[in-house]
């Protein structure tokens, strides 16, 4: 069986990091498959720089609706049916809920605000998945396999990146709701 990496990240981080780039690359290496979106930002980078590895590369990319917005590759889709309207948050996340479930680990590219990406990450951790996010502004990686190491991204958030996770996607809440998880299988 072939290992699945969710790799994903901020709509607005346009450049990968050549630290990114490296990972990528040895994920492409081991022969695993990469598992990424379709939105413009880092999942179009991800996927221009797939498109032009010198080995193969075994990627699907998932899309919310019929069709992707992004294929560059041309590699095989897995479109995911939403109920949510066309264009609101319901509708995208359906894709990345189908992804943090195939997926074996998590490869995040974050710019401590996009809320997307936080939840991918949170995604994951609730189904015992790890995840390595890689700090934008940083330049550097950290290992997301318990709460404590998620609280301390969060804790690298600006006051109003918090409070705009707060409203969209209940950070407080799906915080809580990790620290009990972990504390009924402990």
């Known amino acids: 069986m072939t290992t ?3 790799i994903s990240g901020s709509i607005a981080i346009k450049r990968l990091a050549p630290e990114v ?4 690359d040895r994920i492409v290496s081991q022969d695993f498959e990469v598992v990424v979106g379709d939105a ?7 996927q221009n720089h797939l498109s032009v590895h010198p080995h193969p590369v075994k990627a699907t990319v998932f899309c919310s609706g019929e069709v992707p917005r992004n294929n560059v590759g041309a590699w095989p889709v897995e479109a995911v049916t939403t109920d949510g309207s066309a264009r609101s948050r319901a509708f995208y996340t359906a894709k990345d809920l189908r992804m ?3 997926a074996d680990y998590g490869l995040m590219i974050w710019d401590a605000e996009s809320t997307g990406t936080l939840s991918n990450v949170i995604e994951l951790l609730s189904r015992g998945k790890k995840s390595v996010v890689f700090l934008d502004k940083e330049g550097a990686f950290h290992n997301v396999s318990g709460v404590q190491q998620l609280q301390t991204l969060v804790d690298r958030m600006s006051q109003s990146a918090r409070r705009k996770a707060e409203k969209k996607i209940g ?4 915080l809580q709701s990790l620290r009990q998880q972990r504390l009924l299988h402990a």
Do not use: M, P, Y
Request: charged share 30%.
């Open 100 to 102: 943090a479930e195939v």
């Open 40 to 46: 413009n930002g880092v999942d179009r980078s991800i």
């Open 171 to 174: 950070l407080t809440h799906r």
């Open 21 to 24: 780039l490296q990972r990528i």
């Open 4 to 6: 699945k990496v969710f």
